[in-house]
């Protein structure tokens, strides 16, 4: 029984008369501070029983017992203490869960700063680092030395030994092996140890890891000028071993990849590891060739990996046996002991940003890390974000520019069409400007690359007698008609329906296709130009990884004439053939009501723009517009991020909206719209109260959100806008601690969002 001083009620009694024995065990107690993945939000302490005291350490699960009944929970173990009396009784640790720690002291260190940057729960965080195949306990099996004799080897085995091997034949976690054998967990221990039970899968993995691909030699002899510079300033301080973040700011095609690629080399050379983070997107066979070629094993983490896969992954990382990492967004928490360099690529890209909680902004993540590593972190991009820009502004962060393409091949001229003009849209969706510019393009035996950034065939479907237009039930969203089959479907929550040929609500049979989405301008483009190839790319036809990857073979291989697609085909693909880029609507975003509407627009335009006239043969690009005028179109259209940037950051800084403050939304969801209101009206009030008036905090809301109804859940928002982001995330911590969440409503923190639907 562990020693309980409170239940000495007299504390001159508890000193005077304490027993030798309680004194020395007291002196010898450790306290375990453990953080629950869900549920108890505060670290909790518990004592460590002696039996367990040499398993128990930071950065392994461990069970407790939870609340009045004791349940067994499962734990991460954050910190362990000996040298203090418990204030309050302490319940015991049960069991040790991991065999060895699944967090180093530094990403425990890193879970607890990004719960507190983006209002998360620790638990919650700790969690989210761990992939669910690391997490999910280790099942052992017996190894192939001893399947392979077929009965115990050489070594003499006792008779407990032999029956958990027996047992062993089907992989089991190391409790169940030893509760099915009838052994203790020692004995389980001592065959790990032995190399007698191994991990599941090890064995497998061993196996396939010499999957080298041929090695390309694609690698240029001599770097551009500003190349040169730009690796310069990547391998200074990284031979120093000093933290600093270079951010290269480079046009499409202007050779950033292959600095990334050069400094990545460095590293590997200098014994250390480099992590790569990219868009999901991007990580398509062609980008981890690219690395594969220079680097033979590349861990490649993606979202498709199998929680197995990922383990094995995790592994090799840790081991140290991957030099060369190479994922999306999560990656950043790959276990590298030896990191060296972290590289984002695209990193304007909002897909940085994790969309459930933790909210975290991997870009954010990385600089903790690579600064805790004192190692360089490089962000690269053709738009960087504002957050970025300014950061470079302020002299923080290092700007390395390379504003040509490698080759000296021109940027292409930008035509802008004007589509107030009657005569852009009298025939159709494609305006006579740049059609002719297809017409040009074809005939010189180019490519064409068309974006629309809406799917479906139209965006929606109005009576024209009584104006009813079909919206989805459940959600507060018109339904997209898809074809074939003339289905409606909710962009919101997936919802299909038949669309009927008769307006629902007054019987006419009078119903209009409105708003053309990308299968309506890929049959446009069809009947337009006859004998033409077309292919779309959007969600809708690359529901597989193998589609994506098919329809990019066949149009580098000029199999496909015409490509028409979402923002997919914006994003970092490089095609020579592309004579003409099409940008059919390049304000269908820009009036969102989202603060950052106008970056992404620029983005957008200027990346997809980048994709024209990257061969010999030059090329053009045609944007088809409504407000030619706006400082995103014209920006975007004369190839000048930078002008854009230098307009929008007066903007930003008077607003108040990042980079120069802070901002944290708050979503709340309700079936019942006036709850929803309600709540958001309370917390709104606890803010105001608690903010008072002295310090620079603005309420924006409470407000329906622009998607004002989404799976029958009404949903409402607020924004709290603050100069310092640590004080306003302390002020709304402080302002919502004690509410008491109503069982009918649920709401959500979002620090710095991205996402403003
Ligand atoms: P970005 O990442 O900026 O779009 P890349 O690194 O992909 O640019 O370079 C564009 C193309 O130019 C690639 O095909 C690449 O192999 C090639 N390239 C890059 N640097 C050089 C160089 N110094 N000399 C010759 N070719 C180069
Ligand atoms: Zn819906």
């Known amino acids: 029984m562990p020693f309980q001083p409170h239940q000495h009620t007299n504390q001159r009694e508890l000193f005077a008369s304490r027993p030798q024995w309680v ?78 720690p699944l967090l180093s002291q530094r990403m425990l260190e890193l879970t607890k700063w990004m719960a507190e940057r983006w209002m998360a729960r620790w638990g919650e965080v700790l969690e989210a680092v761990l992939p669910a195949g690391v997490r999910s306990s280790r099942r052992l099996r017996s190894t192939p030395l001893l399947s392979a004799t077929g009965a115990a080897p050489a070594r003499k085995l006792t008779p407990a030994q032999e029956k958990v091997l027996l047992a ?65 300033a990547i391998v200074a301080p990284m031979q120093a071993r000093r933290h600093e973040t270079i951010v290269l700011f480079g046009v499409t095609g202007s050779g950033k990849t292959e600095v990334y690629l050069q400094a990545v080399e460095e590293t590997v050379a200098m014994g250390r590891q480099a992590i790569v983070l990219v868009p999901e997107i991007s990580l398509t066979p062609q980008t981890c060739d690219r690395f ?73 993540v990385a600089e903790w890390v690579a600064r805790a590593d004192g190692v360089p972190l490089v962000l690269g991009s ?37 589509l107030r003009d009657p005569q852009a849209r009298a025939k159709g969706v494609i305006s006579p400007r740049m059609a002719a510019g297809i017409d040009w393009a074809l005939a010189g035996g180019g490519q064409v690359m068309l974006l629309l950034n809406r799917r479906g065939f139209a965006t929606h479907v109005q009576c024209r007698s009584c104006g009813h237009t079909a919206r989805c039930p459940q959600c507060d969203l018109a339904l997209t008609l898809h074809q074939p089959g003339n289905r409606g479907i909710c962009h919101g929550c997936g919802l299909v329906t038949r669309l009927p040929a008769d307006c629902p609500d007054c019987r006419a049979p009078d119903l209009v296709q409105r708003g053309t989405g990308t299968q309506r301008l890929e049959e446009f483009v069809r009947s337009r130009f006859r004998g033409v190839r077309v292919a779309r790319m959007d969600t809708d036809t690359m529901r597989s ?44 975003a820009l009036h969102l009501a989202d603060f950052r509407a106008a970056e992404r627009t620029c983005q957008l335009v200027t990346q997809v723009a980048g994709r024209s006239g990257r061969g010999p043969l030059g090329g053009r690009v045609v944007v088809q517009t409504s407000t030619p005028d706006h400082p995103a179109i014209r920006a975007a259209a004369a190839h000048d991020y930078e002008a854009f940037v230098r307009s929008e950051l007066p903007i930003r800084e008077a607003l108040l909206y990042p980079p120069f403050g802070s901002v944290v939304r708050i979503v709340v969801r309700s079936e019942n719209e006036e709850a929803a209101s309600e709540w958001t009206s309370h917390l709104a009030d606890r803010i105001r109260r608690e903010a008072g008036d002295a310090n620079g905090t603005r309420i924006l809301g409470p407000a329906p959100c622009p998607i004002a109804r989404l799976r029958d859940r009404f949903r409402w928002h607020l924004q709290v806008h603050g100069p310092d982001g640590p004080a306003l995330r302390d002020l709304v911590r402080r302002a919502t601690a004690t509410v008491q969440t109503p069982d009918s409503i649920a709401w959500i923190i979002d620090v710095d969002p991205v996402d403003m639907l």
């Not at 002196?27 to 993945?37: E, F, M, Q, S, Y």
């Not at 007698?196 to 002899?221: F, K, N, T, Y």
């Not at 790959?334 to 990191?339: G, H």
């Not at 589609?547 to 095609?575: C, H, N, P, W």
């Open 545 to 588: 990884r193998g589609s994506y990857e098919e329809t990019l073979d066949a149009f580098r291989a000029r199999d496909i004439d015409i490509l028409v697609g979402t923002q997919m085909i914006a994003k970092g693909l490089d095609f020579p053939g592309v004579m003409l880029v099409g940008v059919v609507h390049a304000d269908a």
């Open 382 to 418: 053709a738009t960087p974000a504002l957050e970025t820009f300014a950061r470079c502004l302020a002299g923080e962060w290092t700007m390395c520019r390379l504003p040509d393409r490698v080759g000296g091949s021109q940027l292409p001229a930008v035509i802008t069409v004007d």
């Open 23 to 100: 004194e020395d065990d007291a002196r010898r107690g450790i306290i375990a501070t453990v953080v629950l993945p869900e549920g108890v939000e505060k670290p909790l302490d518990y004592l460590v029983p002696e039996s367990l005291a040499a398993e128990v350490e930071p950065g392994r699960r461990v069970r407790v017992p939870l609340g009045r009944g004791n349940r067994e929970r499962l734990a991460y173990c954050v910190a362990v203490r000996s040298d203090e009396l418990p204030q309050t009784p302490l319940k015991n640790v049960v069991a040790v869960e991991d065999p060895a």
């Open 168 to 232: 062993a034949a089907v992989p089991a976690t190391a409790a169940t092996l030893a509760e099915s054998s009838g052994a203790s967990r020692a004995v389980v221990g001592r065959l790990v140890k032995l190399g007698l039970l191994a991990e599941e899968g090890s064995v497998e993995i061993q196996a396939m890891r010499p999957q080298r691909a041929a090695i390309r030699h694609d690698r240029p002899d001599e770097l551009s000028p500003a190349q040169r510079a730009a690796l310069e």
């Open 292 to 364: 594969r070629a220079r680097f033979g094993t590349v861990a490649v983490l993606h979202s498709h990996l199998t929680p197995a896969e990922r383990h094995a992954q995790w592994r090799e990382i840790a081991a140290g046996r991957v030099n060369v990492i190479v994922g999306a967004r999560s990656a950043v928490f790959a276990p590298a002991p030896r990191l060296g360099l972290i590289v984002i690529d695209e990193e304007h890209e909002t897909s940085f940003k994790q969309a459930t909680a933790p909210r975290y902004h991997a870009r954010d």
